[in-house]
Structures are given as C-alpha cells and as structure tokens.
C-alpha cells in the first residue's frame, strides 16, 4: 500500500490511488516541497518508512548528482546512494482543495551516467588538444577550419576568430590553397594519413616552410567527418625539446612537471615560480603538496585523479612562500616521461575572477541601501532554516518589524535623513540579534527577522530589546537630532506543514494589531487575529 500523510483519511487514499501501482517513483508535495503522499516505488528507492517520509522535504532527499541538468533530479536513498531520474512536475489538487504538486520520477541513471562518463571524455579530450605544444588544427569535411589550439595560433600569428569558418581559400593564395584541398580530398573517406611539405603564410604576410601531416577521421555514422592536421617546422633548428621548453616559458599559464611516485617536482616554467614566489632552482626537488593551502583540498585532487586519471579545471586554492593564498584553475594530467610516471600540472591564476564573482554574488544577495539580506536572499536562507528546524524539530519564530509615521519622516527631514534612519534600524538590530539570527529588508521600512531555536516567548524578549534599543538611538538631521519607534509583530512556527510565507503572514497580522493598539510595541500572534 502506497504512504499518504496521517489524518487525511479514505478520501486523500482514494484521491491518489492511481499513483499507488506505478512502476515510476511519485510523491505529492506541498508547494514548499513538505512530502504528504509517496507510493510504493519511490518508498522503496529511498529505503525509509512512513514516518521518515512524510512531512519531511523532498528537497532533504536530493542527491548532488555531479551538477544540475534539466528536467533530471539525482534522488539519494537512506545509504547516501545516488540514482538519476527524469522529474516530471504538475500541479493537483488536495483533498480540502489546497494547491499541491505531484513529481513523478522516470530512472534514466544508466544514460545519465553514460552520458556523463561522454561528456568527462570529451573534455579531457578538448583539453588535451588545447595544451598540446605542436601546432594543430581542425577542418571539417567541406574544407572549413572548425578548431585549432593555442600552439597554432602562436606559430601562425591568425587568432581563430580570423580562422575558424573559413576554408583554405580565404587563408592563402588559390594556387597554395589548391594543393591542400587535393590532399584533404584525397584523405576524406580513407583510414589513412599522408605528410608533405607546403609552404603557409602567416599573419605578417612572410611564407614558412612547414612538414604537414594530415589524418581523417568519421563522424559517428561512419562518413567522412574532416581532416586533423599537425604543423612540423623546417625552419627551425632547435632541438624538439629546446622548442618545447621555449613554448612553455612563453605560456602565461604556471606548469610544473612532478613524480608521481614521491611527488618531488622536476620542471617548473617562469609563470609557476611567479605564482610561488620562488625561483625555479628553489622550487626543484620540492613536493608538489607543499604548495596546497589545506590538504582536504589536495585530497580532492587525488580522489579526481584516482577516479578520472585526470583534473580538468577544479577550482584549488594554492599558496605562495610568504603563505598567502591564491585561487587557481587547476588541471592535472598523468603522463610517463622518459620511463618515469608523472604528473603534468597547469595553474591558472583565478583569484581577481573569484573575488569578482564573490562580490557580484554578496551584491545580488544584499539590500543596497542597507547592506542586509535583500527579500529574494533572505526567503531563500529562510526557507533552509525552516527546513531544518522541520528535520530536527526544533522550534523557530519571525518577528516583523515596521518604522512607526516613517513616511512623517521623510516629509520633515527629507529622504536622504529617511535612509540615514533606515541604515541605522538595521545596525540596531544587528546590535542586539544573534550572530546566526537572519535579518533582512522586506522593502519600505519593513524589516524581517527569522530567530532558528526560540519560541515565540522567547522571540519576544528580543523584540522588546530591539525596540527599546531603536528608540533610544538619537537620529541626526539638518540642524537637528529625532527619534523614531518601531512596531514590532511576532509568529512561531506551526507545525510540521507551515511554511514560511505562513509564518511571515502571521507575523504580519500581530503586527496589524501593534499599529491599531498605539505602535511602538511588541504583539505575539493569536489565533482569530485579523489584519482589519
């Protein structure tokens, strides 16, 4: 028998019966995501009985599934195992008529994991193409240029925004042109491979003599899909190794080489000693996991190296020889040199991006005129902490709180004094609210508080202090100084089904009442209060 939320009786039964015998998961949730119904399949997914289900939050049940994909949701069991499933939402009606949401689950997790196992694949391979040291390019099956790497375009001097989608026509002169559309032509449609000398031209205009050697590859219904092309330069005497190190030392991007087997470091180009703050010579013969800002972190690599065989562009803070911290872009490849298993390693430095993102992230999150929880950042933490206290059952209350005649305010002393006034009722509060209590801006002068772990009772001992302390604070003005009362309403948390905007509304009703009975008070919420 499928599981429906106590107390609803035959009805709620007969309600969802069909959902009862599907072979997909189904659950009914509130619009807060409170599960009230769960049938048979998705019980037996999660592994939990009924009252470790119902009135607990589904969101509590999702999985981190390597990253968010559309339309999916990763589902975690009782075990912590994770299983990808296809999520289908759609509104339905309860038994007493309230607004719920059915979620069905299709299991799709063998080609999710396929899929995600592909696209790993996939992007150690466009990696690896970007950092190879030799010039090489891409063209697909009608000739036009659809990739090249960054040794390409430092040998040839053409960035690809002047290359890619062009074909060897809109490059060079026809007659050089010509000659490598036969051999491409020649290519297309066989397994093999031909080189031959050709000379190219580069961005200054001068011609170089190159050794070319092109292979052709099919597309996944096995036609001709284009021509791979390597660059060899005659021109150069340099060693291979001389011309490798020179490339490397010209790469704004910090590499190091390390053993794998006591990872002791043997290479290391300018940019990388740059980042460390020590020389090259220093830096040889030292342990790569000197350079970790904490080893948790370096443990993440090696997990990803252990399972992958590679890291692609994970976020890793290193640290310099004074031990002050940089954020990097690090990739990590395996690779025998000369016999000897290593580690290929490049670090791009990432912190002016990172602390730019943090700001921009903390500015979207922050109420500009007060510095506190804007609306949308406050519901969200709210609602996390709403969730907790349902898990835990631990008891949670909000207070509203609203400037008494603030508009009389703004008329008297202006609206830059207004938000001087409202910039000091939110470090009022934030002088007497615990470190861990959210405040936040509704809008106007309303402000919002959330206290995790107290009563309404308790809630209100703060308020008062709140009040007391916000009419003591002497406001300056033009000329002058002037005080200002708050109003203050208070609501618990109800259950557990209440929800958020519940509690808030609640709060908002008492608050009604302080403002009827004379402002500049604090009121707890009663049933049968109305806001009229």
């Not at 997909?24 to 592994?47: D, M, P």
């Not at 899929?115 to 390019?137: H, K, N, S, W, Y």
């Not at 519940?502 to 009604?512: E, F, S, V």
Request: net charge negative; glycine share 10%; charged share 25%.
């Amino acid at each position: 028998m499928a599981t429906v939320e106590g107390g609803c009786g035959d009805a709620r039964r007969d309600l969802w019966r069909v959902y009862d015998d599907l072979p997909i998961c189904a659950c009914v949730a509130s619009a807060t995501g409170v599960i009230r119904y769960v049938n048979g399949a998705l019980r037996t997914h999660l592994g939990l009985a009924d009252p470790d289900l119902l009135g607990r939050p589904l969101e509590s049940f999702h999985g981190t599934g390597g990253g968010e994909r559309p339309g999916l949701r990763a589902l975690r069991d009782r075990n912590g195992a994770e299983r990808w499933f296809a999520e289908t939402i759609q509104p339905v009606d309860g038994p007493a008529g309230e607004a719920l949401r059915l979620h069905l689950f299709t299991d799709v997790d063998a080609q999710v994991r396929r899929e995600i196992a592909l696209q790993g694949r996939v992007a150690q391979l466009d990696a690896l193409f970007e950092i190879l040291p030799v010039p090489t390019f891409i063209k697909d099956a009608q000739g036009v240029f659809t990739a090249c790497n960054q040794a390409f375009e430092r040998y040839t001097g053409l960035m690809r925004e002047a290359l890619l989608g062009k074909t060897s026509f809109a490059m060079m002169r026809s007659g050089v042109a010509q000659a490598h559309v036969e051999q491409d032509r020649l290519l297309l449609g066989t397994d093999a491979a031909t080189r031959y000398e050709e000379a190219v031209p580069l961005a200054d205009g001068n011609l170089r003599l190159i050794d070319l050697s092109k292979a052709s590859y099919r597309d996944g219904l096995g036609a001709p899909g284009g021509i791979v092309g390597v660059v060899h330069d005659l021109t150069e005497s340099q060693p291979y190794e001389a011309r490798l190190e020179a490339i490397l030392e010209q790469s704004p991007i910090g590499v190091s080489v390390s053993r794998r087997d006591d990872g002791r470091i043997v290479f290391v180009n300018t940019r990388f000693a740059e980042l460390i703050g020590l020389s090259r010579d220093q830096l040889i013969g030292s342990r790569a996991r000197d350079y970790y800002l904490d080893d948790h972190q370096r443990q993440r690599v090696l997990e990803r190296l252990r399972g992958n065989g590679a890291v692609v562009n994970m976020e890793v803070q290193f640290k310099k020889a004074d031990g002050s911290p940089f954020w990097t872009l690090f990739t990590v490849n395996q690779a025998v040199i000369q016999g000897a298993p290593v580690n290929l390693a490049w670090i791009y430095d990432y912190t002016e991006r990172r602390n730019m993102e943090e700001a921009l992230r903390d500015m979207a999150s922050r109420d500009p005129l007060t510095g506190i929880h804007n609306r949308r950042s406050f519901m969200e933490l709210a609602r996390q902490q709403l969730a907790r206290a349902h898990r835990f059952h631990e008891p949670l209350a909000v207070f509203v709180l609203d400037v008494d005649h603030f508009k009389k305010i703004n008329d008297t002393y202006g609206h830059a004094t207004g938000d001087d006034a409202l910039r000091m009722v939110a470090g009022g509060c934030q002088a007497i609210l615990r470190e861990y209590d959210l405040l936040g801006r509704l809008g106007g002068e309303e402000f919002v508080v959330v206290l995790p772990g107290a009563t309404a009772d308790e809630t209100r001992v703060v308020a008062e202090r709140v009040r007391r302390n916000l009419a003591r604070m002497a406001i300056p003005a033009p000329g002058t100084t002037f005080h200002l009362t708050t109003s203050i309403g208070i609501a618990g948390l109800e259950g557990a089904s209440d929800t958020l905007e519940k509690a808030i509304h609640r709060a908002d009703l008492a608050l009604y009442r302080a403002k009827r009975e004379g402002r500049n008070r604090v009121v707890v919420y009663e049933p049968g209060m109305q806001s009229v």
